[in-house]
Nanobody, 124 residues
């Protein structure tokens, strides 16, 4: 089955860190740009970060300097390292595989595969 699966979410205190993983099965992740999105209750889904197949990265202004996206092609996985977490980072985080980086920036975004999401809760 062709899919991406997120993991690594959980409950963390403000200022803490988490690492989310986006693992692919049935296809090679490095053929695609991989985007991370999040959706908080009552809010629209927003783009968080994206990494191209060549390693180009971009970040939403709200997470610049705190989040880092990376890929490990040997493990067929993309990671989102989240530091200095804030309560406003609380959301369900999704990863997606895009044919092009421009598909990540489109509204609504266009993805070949979407994951089911992983909950991140930042609270004391």
């Amino acid at each position: 089955q062709l899919q991406v699966v997120e993991s690594g979410g959980g409950l963390v205190q403000p200022g803490g860190s988490l690492r989310l993983s986006c693992a692919a099965s049935g296809f090679t992740l490095d053929d695609y740009a991989i985007g991370w999105f999040r959706q908080a209750p009552g809010k629209e889904r927003e783009g968080v970060s994206c990494i191209s197949s060549s390693g180009f990265t971009n970040y939403a202004d709200s997470v610049k300097g705190r989040f880092t996206i990376s890929r490990d092609n040997a493990k067929n996985t993309v990671y989102l390292h989240m530091n200095s977490l804030k309560p406003e980072d609380t959301a369900v985080y999704y990863c997606a595989a895009h044919d092009y980086v421009s598909d990540y920036t489109r509204r609504p975004p266009l993805a070949r595969y979407w994951g089911q999401g992983t909950q991140v809760t930042v609270s004391s």
